[in-house]
């Protein structure tokens, strides 16, 4: 047990000062009986305090002096108290602590008090109540079809981009939800020189055998304390290469959610964080991670790879002021969230006619212009079409919005010639397999397709 170390005394202070008063008196009387000669009756007397200009320095000297004192030992108090700060610092790196931030957090969130979670809301009544509570709480205003696709898409995907005009309120639509469920968003402002891992997870440092940790990491770490739903914002995310800088999440969000680990060290040393296993840093299930992106000049082409693994918003317009009914929020579990999500897609699951019609598309596209998708794509699709239907919506607009952002979008590389007769033909498949005044989404996407190739 550590022996406990003495404060400073104010008692030794007091009788200092009571000392130099003293001595400040016995001062001020000696210095004017040595600078006037005359009988003490005179040295004070009025006139002789008044004219001597000594008496003054001396009663200035008298005050500012325990002044000085006070000052001298509040500053070596002070000092001592940063140099125990400073030793306790040093011999904690000295004990082999190299993740500090996230140790703290150990030492924080054990014993600390479980959030209460009020898990008694569908899909459907989730988007309808953070809509009112966008609006009415934040001043924030989004159609019920942009909400749906947010929520149908965070159900999906555990990586989001959203992309648009700027100014649509994309970063503000993420933040918002997270705010809605009780646990703040963390927004991290990508920059534009970040191509690896360090840049967004940190870096050890040899030289001082400390780990610099990112917010990112801390946030994933914290995280990993509770079942919150915890939204991970990459504001501008497309302002770097996205498939350089967060390639290994790219990675590891193809696993299972039990073999996510991050390899955090070569090594391992005794006072590392608790959730550190081997070296390696299990990703919390509960995190998503949600991308803004702009399309100008100032920033890059989101590949393919990021594409495929994430779920797409457009917000493309910002839509009209509504009166909302009052919304406090929901405060709502990550396990929750995904037992309503599992239950939405064995309830409204995709009908053998849509997926005939998508499987005719598919057809079409392969054999017309060796444009395909994967096994992933169709999982999602699958998915994304119940989860909007249980979130409100038909099958036709998920079928419509998920085509267009993830099937048809493959076709803008193609060369100007070709595109324009595919836009044509596609338009008229959609014809044949959907009543003419349906699939606006895709209509208006072929549509801009056969513009790019004019």
């Given amino acids: 047990m550590k022996k406990k170390k003495k404060g400073f005394s104010y008692y030794r202070l007091f009788l200092i000062l009571g000392v130099l008063a003293l001595l400040s008196v016995i001062l001020i009387v000696t210095v004017i009986k040595v600078s006037d000669s005359k009988n003490l009756s005179d040295v004070f007397g009025k006139e002789a305090l008044v004219k001597s200009e000594t008496v003054y320095l001396v009663v200035i000297l008298a005050l500012l002096l ?236 989101i590949s393919d790879k990021v594409y495929d693994r994430a779920m797409i918003v457009n917000l493309d317009r910002k839509a009209r002021p509504f009166h909302a009914s009052p919304s406090d929020g929901f405060r709502m579990s990550s396990t929750f969230f995904k037992r309503i999500t599992e239950d939405a897609k064995r309830t409204f699951e995709m009908t053998s006619r849509a997926r005939r019609k998508v499987a005719e598309i598919d057809r079409f596209m392969t054999e017309k212009y060796h444009v395909t998708y994967g096994n992933r794509i169709r999982r999602q699709m699958e998915e994304y079409v119940a989860l909007y239907i249980a979130c409100g919506g038909t099958e036709e607009e998920a079928l419509d919005d998920f085509l267009m952002k993830k099937v048809f979008r493959k076709l803008e590389g193609q060369n100007p010639v070709v595109l324009a007769k595919i836009g044509v033909a596609l338009e008229e498949k959609l014809n044949e397999l959907f009543r003419e005044d349906s699939m606006p989404l895709c209509r208006n996407y072929l549509q801009y397709l056969r513009q790019l190739a004019s």
């Avoid at 019920?144 to 990586?159: C, K, N, Q, T």
């Avoid at 963390?186 to 440092?205: A, H, L």
Wanted: aromatic residues 14%; hydrophobic residues 40%.
């Fill in 66 to 301: 325990p002044m000085v004192l006070i000052g001298l030992t509040i500053a070596i108090g002070g000092a001592k108290v940063g140099f125990n700060l400073f030793k306790e610092k040093s011999d904690e790196e000295e004990e082999g602590v190299r993740f500090r931030a996230l140790v703290g957090l150990d030492r924080e969130m054990n014993g600390a008090e479980a959030p209460t979670f009020y898990n008694n809301r569908n899909l459907e009544l989730l988007c309808e109540d953070f809509r009112n509570f966008a609006a009415s709480k934040l001043k924030l205003y989004y159609d019920p079809e942009d909400i749906r696709r947010f929520v149908a898409g965070f159900a999906v995907s555990r990586l989001m981009v959203m992309q648009g005009l700027s100014g649509t309120g994309k970063t503000s639509l993420a933040t918002a939800f997270g705010e809605y469920l009780g646990h703040s968003s963390t927004v991290i402002s990508v920059q534009p020189m970040w191509k690896e891992r360090s840049d967004v997870i940190g870096y050890f440092n040899e030289f001082t055998k400390q780990f610099s940790e990112s917010v990112l990491l801390k946030t994933l770490y914290e995280a990993s304390y509770s079942d919150e739903i915890c939204i991970v914002v990459l504001d501008e995310m497309n302002i770097a290469r996205v498939e350089y800088y967060f390639a290994d999440f790219l990675s590891l969000m193809e696993l299972n959610e039990d073999s996510r680990y991050l390899e955090m060290t070569s090594d391992v040393w005794p006072k590392d964080p608790e959730h550190f296993k081997g070296g390696r840093f299990r990703i919390p299930d509960n995190v998503w991670f949600i991308g803004t992106a702009n399309n100008d000049d100032s920033t890059f082409a």
